[in-house]
């Protein structure tokens, strides 16, 4: 009898069925809004290294596990909230009462269901994650030292190779990879500073033996002295080699395993060890937190199921599209406290247990309520504020329905009411079938927009959560970058939108046999989508306006409050950043600081030196040195220099002032190097003509130029794609469509990663590379759209 009692039942199987759709679209969404920043990321540093396609896939399968542990909890609160919301709007809830159905009755399944989710995610957590993490980072590490051997590039100063260090290299041909002709400012040591010119060069790293050394053949280096300007030092070399910090030069890769890419039994080891060693609880506290948190994530699925149940079991009709909005808001408090939590465990501030269980323990309690006050009282609904009364005390209720009924006595007695009679002005174009058809795709663009968008920043929020605690940053500071990060994320998210808004709305359409009536009535699909198409075209218009007019202002001010966040140094975008320049006659300027605040062409240059180059035998000719350099108007005013003269004699002089023309002007100095999201169309193809004055390598910034105008255009390039393929989903449901959409914006995304990738390293023209995916996805739309039966 026990046995066949835990069979499921008719009802038990019917609610799981409803739970488990939803529940991997929810699970397909948000593992989508945490690949989309690390797909394009990712992708870009496979393809400019020359990965292969199993690398490719080892790193996305090896980044799953870390975003399915996450994900996993929140697509089954969705599943369960969507599951019981839509039963609420089609009164399957009522109808299950009025059968004598408890809600308690309703717990039974979605209790197995949650069982099965916490045990595949306790899974994730504590078997696939830790070795995933740890394979990942090694992947990752391969492919930074692939960087780091081939990610040097011609013509372009480097100064994030070693600290203190700037490397130029003239060329590097593709057949060979050897560097040629290259010129290295070495600092490390401040009082004697080296200049080394060599006429080839390579990079080794031997990662078994954890080194890094810089390989130089036939080259000279030239030492000079910063406190005694005369003293100087040159040795020629054949060969040479130079020893370069190994953990310096890959600092964000540690290979050793943190407390996250710990197995159970390690981390139990790890505290015991902890423990027996007299360490206090500030020390083992993170890893016994880690220990708590693999189990606490995964039971967050049985809390999760319960509370959807809670938020659930009402009569409202809007239920199910509230659904998203309430799974949104419990799980950003969810993570809130989780994250708290762990924050205090690690510093020893609240016991592990405690910490990791109280995000849980809160909602668990909160789920109980919410059942019992329904089964308590059948009409109590969840989504209703006013029914919450039945938790106040019953004088304060009844106080209430007294005002209420005098009010209702006094009436509107003594009000004088105004009728105002607006004339109807009827509008035949455009008609009714458009106004129609274009209302309801307006109205599923916005909820799906504000839905992905408080998705983009409940995932990027508990990401930076940790750096905001640890530095400190006030929330008005994180206000005010998510005001400004805004119309960014708008902008990426707008392409995913329109598709999901297409597929919905002819989904819609198509299920209410609305289609089917149109065609009946001589009206062609064709002629049908015309408003589809016509407002596809207005969100491309606007993506690109927004591009040009607003983006470039609010990037700006969003990069600052991001490095704020970060605890990095704001980055000034401006010139004074920018020290090493290439001259347009091939000398080499280097300077401490510039001041550009008495005007456009009047700048000081401090800590100047030009090094006169000669490029044919790759030989230092000249450096000339000033403590001060002023524009004047005309030339240069320097201050308190000296100049070294090495060919064709050799000789030296010190000088306290000295006037000069041979320095190039102030604009010259004046070039930013900033980033293209931040600059317009037009100010960045004047950028890029001035960059290659300058020498510098523009490929990246070429095919960002193209890509300005090339994605605002993914809108339209939706609409017709989304089109046609509506109709292959439409009578399976709008949560088909939705699935679909994401597919299709994962396989859209990959090839913009993709095609970037190639373009940047310079594999494929910067025009084609910006515009292939459109060109393919156009294409494919508009196959569909012309086959399509209207």
Known sequence: MPLRSLKPTLLDRYVAREILPPTGLGLLLFTFILLLDSITNLTKLLVSKGADLPTVVRAFVYLLPSMLSVTIPMAFLLGVLLAFGRMASDSEIVALRASGISPSRLLRPV??????????????????????????????????????????????????????????????????GQWRSVFIHDSRTPQKPRLIL?????????????????????????????????????QRFDSALIPLP????????????????????????????????????NEWGRYEVEIHKKFAIPAACLVFGLLGLGLSLGTKKEARSAAFGLSIAVIFVYYVIIRLGEQAGDTGMMPPVLAMWAANIVLGAAAVVLLFLNHREAAFDPLDPSHYAALLPRVRRARRRLAGAAAARAGPRGRRVVVVKIPRVSIRFPGILDRYVARLWSGFFGLVLAAFWSLFVLVSFMDLFDDIQHNKVKGKVVFHYYVFETPTIIHLLTPVAVLLAVLITFGVLSRRNETTAMKAGGISLYRAAAPIFALGAIASLLMFGMAELLLPATKRISNQDFNVIKGRPPQSGNPLERRWILGSDERFYH????????????????????????????????????NRAVWNGVSYDLERGWRRTLEPRTSFREFPQVRTREIEPPSYFRQEERDSDTLGFRELRRHIATLETLGLDVVQLRVQLHRKLAFPLVSLVMTVLGIPFAFVVARRGALYGVA???????????????????????????????????????????????????
């Open 111 to 176: 209790i197995a269901v949650s069982l099965v989710a916490s045990l595949l995610t306790l899974y994730v957590v504590a078997v696939a994650l830790p070795a995933a993490n740890q394979a990942y980072r090694e992947v990752v590490f391969s492919l930074v030292v692939s960087k780091a051997r081939t990610g040097m590039k011609p013509r372009v100063f480097s100064d994030d190779l070693v600290r203190d260090m700037v490397v130029y290299i003239s060329d590097i041909p593709a057949e060979t």
């Open 198 to 234: 060599a006429r080839g060069g390579r990079l080794v790293i031997d990662r078994g033996r954890r080194s890094v050394t810089l390989e130089l053949r036939e080259g000279i280096t030239h030492t000079f002295n910063a406190v005694e300007a005369a003293e100087y030092n040159q």
């Open 246 to 281: 190994y953990d310096e030069f890959f600092p964000n890769v540690p290979l050793t395993k943190g407390d996250r890419e710990m197995t159970l039994g390690e981390l139990r080891g790890r505290v015991r060890e902890l423990r027996e060693g007299g360490r206090g609880a």
């Open 591 to 626: 300077y401490e600081y510039m001041d550009g605040s008495r005007g456009a062409e009047a700048i000081t240059l401090y800590g100047l030196s030009v090094y006169d180059v000669d490029s044919e035998r790759w030989a230092l000719r000249d450096r000339l040195f000033a």
């Open 740 to 790: 679909a959409s994401i597919l299709i914006a994962i396989v859209y995304w990959a090839c913009l990663a993709v095609f970037e990738a190639l373009g940047n390293s310079a594999l494929l023209p910067p025009l084609l590379a910006a515009w292939a995916p459109n060109l393919l996805f156009g294409a494919t739309g508009l196959y569909f759209m012309l086959t399509l039966e209207t």
